[in-house]
């Protein structure tokens, strides 16, 4: 090995061995010579494991992802691990499990009384994903293995816990959920893990955990809960307890487990697709006849609430693990799980037509023609076309006698409208401003514009505008022809043919004689008198005379400067922000 790749290897191992390893620098010789990627293992009761990479299409296990999720098995895949090799400190090889590759001979390996990781290994982990044990943590996991097209399950000192003869092995987790080779995070050594295997040996399954073994017998063996197999004879299912005693005979069609109890379908002619269920109970007692499909747990705040959603011939209900029917079956596409406290469905007959249901599956508003839900668990109800509000307990909030409800709510502030007269509501449904007004527009700012009907006004000219706070007090009066904001807290308003500015307390901060009054942009805004143009800060001060054509917004120039551009005596000058024309 040369000097750069020693010094390089040196500064890596300090580095690694900041990490919770087993593994020193003392431990680690390395070799760039071509070949299998080897990682070998400190001994352990006196037996060493070596895993070979053959194809050195993958890292063995030590590596990236290992450091930060170990795995439990040797997987027969296209690509990882190759060869187990378990050898005794006398060189000699105790046991080998190929995966793909020709036999090995302990001649290929180096002397015994050295441990190594190689150093194509070791340059795979990184500062991101160091390893935090030297694999494997003995005693604590088992590993999957294949030789001469048989499987085995050997623990991590090379006792078989499953004999390395076997057609297929599957592993189960402490739940029983099947583990399609699991990962686990980190475990401390006093931390045991304990699995369950189904194996199967000419067509017939068996079982073994840590406490019992059933030979392989069925033609289905599957641990479902605690004491409880499903399996499978003559095509149909029925239930064993590990003392393969019977729980339930092998007569359905299918059984699967749903949390505390069995749904089961009758053998019949159906198709998978039209396959119909029952329950049977926690004590395997039988207590409905197979009609419901597409049984769903009903997820409350995030959990499921022991409640399902079923699905008969009249359309989607809720039933409980006992199979008692909660709700009515007529509901169309599953209804929606609550994240406040109503379950939101359509008609099973009628998409268009919605349904809010309570939590106890009470159908919410079912006195009226239609009902919506609106905000803070109020809901949208209808008789014939008016609208009103009612609360998740029915009580009536508005009576249906609105044209309309706004579902648009700003700062908690919505518009209805009555008799053609705009009012404000509030998220509670409590009215704040009555329905008085000839238009009413919310902003996000709390301001309230409004029109009123000015009866003593000439013909063509009877809206007049004003501004209301949220208590209905008036902040800006309603006499103006027009009243449009101009933002910073400013008002462009008319009166008759003549334009002026206040503010937001009222405060009229130009006389109302311009012509027009355009958009303030960047703290001026252009106003006509006359047929001339000229300029006005947003304190409403008068920067410039009013002779100037073509005129355009104030905008920065290169020197971050404000400036605009007009027309005079048909020349084009610039303008600075005192109004004072410059080069």
Same mark, same amino acid.
């Given at each position: 090995m040369n000097t750069k790749l020693l010094f390089i290897t040196f500064l890596s191992l300090c580095f690694f061995n900041k990490s919770f390893c087993q593994i020193s620098i003392s431990q680690f010789e390395f070799d760039d010579k071509k070949g299998p990627n080897i990682i070998y293992y400190n001994f352990y009761n006196g037996i060493q494991m070596i895993e070979i990479d053959y194809n050195n299409l993958e890292k063995a296990r030590v590596d990236f992802e290992d450091g930060i999720r170990p795995i439990n098995s040797i997987r027969p895949r296209n690509y990882g691990h190759n060869t187990i090799i378990l050898r005794n400190k006398n060189g000699k090889i105790l046991h080998q499990y190929n995966l793909r590759t020709p036999p090995f001979k302990a001649t290929d390996f180096i002397t015994v009384d050295k441990t190594m990781l190689t150093l194509t290994h070791f340059a795979k982990i990184n500062s991101n994903y160091e390893a935090n044990s030297n694999y494997p943590s003995y005693g604590k996991y088992n590993y999957y293995v294949t030789e001469n097209n048989k499987a085995g399950v050997l623990d991590?000192?090379?006792?078989?816990?499953?004999?390395?003869?076997?057609?297929?092995?599957?592993?189960?987790?402490?739940?029983?959920?099947?583990?399609?080779?699991?990962?686990?995070?980190? %475990?401390?050594?006093? %931390?045991?893990?304990?699995?369950?295997?189904?194996?199967?040996?000419?067509?017939?399954?068996?079982?073994?955990?840590?406490?019992?073994?059933?030979?392989?017998?069925?033609?289905?063996?599957?641990?479902?809960?605690?004491?409880?197999?499903?399996?499978?004879?003559?095509?149909?299912?029925?239930?064993?307890?590990?003392?393969?005693?019977?729980?339930?005979?092998?007569?359905?069609?299918?059984?699967?487990?749903?949390?505390?109890?069995?749904?089961?379908?009758?053998?019949?002619?159906?198709?998978?697709?039209?396959?119909?269920?029952?329950?049977?109970?926690?004590?395997?007692?039988?207590?409905?006849?197979?009609?419901?499909?597409?049984?769903?747990?009903?997820?409350?705040?995030?959990?499921?609430?022991?409640?399902?959603?079923?699905?008969?011939?009249?359309?989607?209900?809720?039933?409980?693990?006992?199979?008692?029917?909660?709700?009515?079956?007529?509901?169309?596409?599953?209804?929606?799980?609550p994240y406040q406290k109503f379950y939101r469905a359509n008609a099973y007959s009628d998409s268009n037509k919605t349904y809010i249901l309570d939590l106890n599956f009470k159908e919410i508003g079912s006195n009226y023609d239609k009902i919506y839900d609106l905000k803070d668990n109020l809901f949208i109800v209808f008789k014939g076309s008016k609208m009103g509000l009612i609360d998740l307990n029915n009580n009536e909030i508005l009576p249906c006698e609105y044209q309309s409800i706004s579902q648009d709510f700003k700062n908690n502030l919505s518009v209805i409208i009555k008799n053609d007269a705009y009012g404000v509501i509030n998220s509670s449904g409590k009215i704040i401003i009555p329905c008085k007004y000839h238009y009413l527009v919310v902003d996000y700012s709390n301001n309230i514009y409004v029109q009123i009907k000015d009866e003593n006004a000439a013909l063509g000219d009877k809206i007049k505008c004003g501004l209301i706070d949220t208590t209905g007090k008036i902040v800006i009066p309603i006499i103006y022809d027009l009243l449009e904001s101009m933002g910073y807290g400013l008002w462009k308003v008319k009166i008759k043919d003549k334009y002026g500015i206040v503010t937001n307390e009222n405060n009229e901060i130009t006389p109302i004689k311009y012509d027009e009054i355009y958009s303030l942009e960047n703290g001026f805004c252009i106003a006509k008198i006359d047929f001339g143009y000229g300029y006005i800060n947003k304190l409403g001060k008068e920067i410039t005379r009013f002779y100037y054509e073509k005129p355009t917004n104030f905008k920065y120039n290169s020197q971050n400067k404000l400036t605009a551009k007009a027309f005079l005596g048909g020349k084009e000058v610039t303008i600075d922000e005192n109004g004072k024309q410059i080069k």
């Open positions: 991590t000192i090379g006792n078989p816990v499953l004999e390395v003869v076997y057609d297929a092995i599957q592993s189960y987790s402490q739940d029983y959920k099947l583990n399609y080779y699991k990962v686990f995070g980190f %475990t401390n050594d006093e %931390t045991e893990i304990n699995f369950s295997y189904t194996f199967q040996s000419n067509g017939k399954w068996g079982f073994k955990n840590d406490k019992i073994t059933i030979q392989p017998k069925y033609e289905e063996l599957i641990p479902i809960k605690e004491n409880v197999f499903r399996i499978k004879k003559s095509n149909n299912y029925g239930l064993l307890n590990f003392k393969e005693h019977v729980l339930l005979d092998a007569i359905y069609d299918d059984l699967l487990y749903k949390n505390d109890f069995y749904l089961y379908s009758e053998t019949s002619k159906n198709t998978s697709d039209d396959k119909k269920y029952g329950i049977i109970n926690s004590k395997f007692k039988t207590i409905t006849k197979p009609i419901y499909s597409n049984i769903d747990d009903i997820i409350e705040n995030y959990k499921p609430s022991g409640k399902y959603w079923a699905f008969k011939t009249a359309g989607f209900g809720a039933i409980d693990k006992n199979g008692n029917e909660i709700s009515m079956f007529k509901y169309g596409s599953m209804p929606q799980n």
